[in-house]
């Protein structure tokens, strides 16, 4: 319970009376009044920051779930072993190796060479892997150091598998070029020889027409297509002892070379496994499940800010339900649980007592009448609660006779109270000056109040028009609900405040409140903002 000697703490936000407020006709917006459609305020980056830092807790957790989920698939997958080889290649003596191009071209064709299906096939022969070629040609690579070192790197699920097939690998690799280095060396031979038998052939034929033509009676055609026939014998007998100094050539220094080169391409250092790093790996695997965690968050936080229609703006608030945001406090976060628990020591909040305050100050003054004062929360009855209770409170603490009627879901301010009583009671405790009035719970219509005219009579409503006629002041706490109307309101109270919580509610659920509001002849006087934004620079005017 509140202390007995509580008093409503003054507002912070400046001389805001009733007697200064906005008059009814002045405060009542028509729907051909307000826009037609709803524009919120202009996205910037300050909006975007602002969401992200409403968000941080939500934004840990998926960034402390990203990295569980990073190491827990570090430890659910296997990490094979990796060995590695080097080898010292020989170049091809047929190849340019005067410039870095071509060495580079070489170092090039010796590493598709060693990661070709047909070295991988090889070594799955040799070693009678059950895998497919593709599969084992995925576990290793080759990487050129320089023009002549080449390392082979092989990745396996044990060290004594890993070095197996890395040596086994490298022994591929140096036979299969061998052998096309041979291979390349018998195909130009075989092309040479194939040459100088058409040239033979050519010649012999040459020399046949020519004597021929020789036998004939000279003439000067017959002289000319002689010399033409002499010229291409001695072209052909010229290519055919270039040819045959090329064969000759091959044989006695190309072929040896090409032996050498393939003998001398060795493997430099035999291959050696090492385990994996599984620190640093796990700790690898975890900053990329924290990064894309902190990525899945941002994007969710970015995507929701962007799409979502719920006002968090003092304007847009105020453009939604057609009447001005006259006080706006941080976030309160009351719930059944901790009400429960703590009663009325859940209002002992200074934003609560801001919004007591600020609704003492806007009770409307009624020369020989109660004053009435409906508080309409939008999306939170519990926070709302909060202040009118104590309001309530402290009233009755001055000496003033209160009715405080909760027409609200779940009647928070009765919960408040320590109430479980249905219909008009006497709160204890407070010298008999605080009248709580809960109407029952299986009334199907909103219950009449006692400022109209009844056209018909219950015991609820004639006891809380009995108490009301004593009273100085009546507070209602109501809920609106579209289905049933506000019609009820203005039997209730003259003047209404509602209290709206940001990110709560949309533009359509806001507006529908004020018009229901209003439509029921009570003067929406102004708004509550619950949780404001501290980057809103808005004023929540209409």
Known sequence: MIDQDHTVMPSGSGDISSAGGLGADEDFVTAEDRPADFL??????????????????GLGVTAVAGLLVGAGAYLATPHPYQASTTLLLTLDPNQDVSTAAADTEAMTDDQAMAESGAVAGLVVRKLGLRQSVSSFLASYSATPLSDRVLVITVSAASSQQAALQANAVATAFLQFRGDELVSEQKLALTSLSQQIGLLKQDISSLGGQISRLSAQAASPAQQSQLSGLQTELTQAKSTLTGLEQAVVSSQTDTQPAIVAEAKGSVVLDGAVASPPSKLKHLLLYALIGLLAGIAAGVAVVLIRALSSDRLRQRDDVAQALGAPVKLSVGPLRPNRRLVGRHGLAAARNPDVWRIAAYLDRVVPSRPRRAAALAVVPVDDP?????SVVSLAVSRAQQGELVVLADLASGAPAARLLGCRERGVSVVSGYDNRLVLAVPAGNNVLSPVGPLRARTYSSPFADAVAAA???A?????????????????LATWATDAVAVITTGRSSWTTVSAVGEMVRRSGTRLESAVLIGADDTDESLGVT
């Not at 920051?49 to 968000?55: E, F, G, I, M, N």
């Open 472 to 488: 100085n002041l009546l507070l209602t706490l109501a809920t609106l609900d579209v289905c049933l109307g506000g019609d009820h």
């Open 40 to 57: 919120p305020g202009l996205v910037s980056l300050r909006f975007l920051t602002a969401a992200l830092r409403r968000s941080a807790r």
């Open 468 to 470: 009301s006629a004593q």
């Open 382 to 386: 519990w926070a709302a609660a909060l």
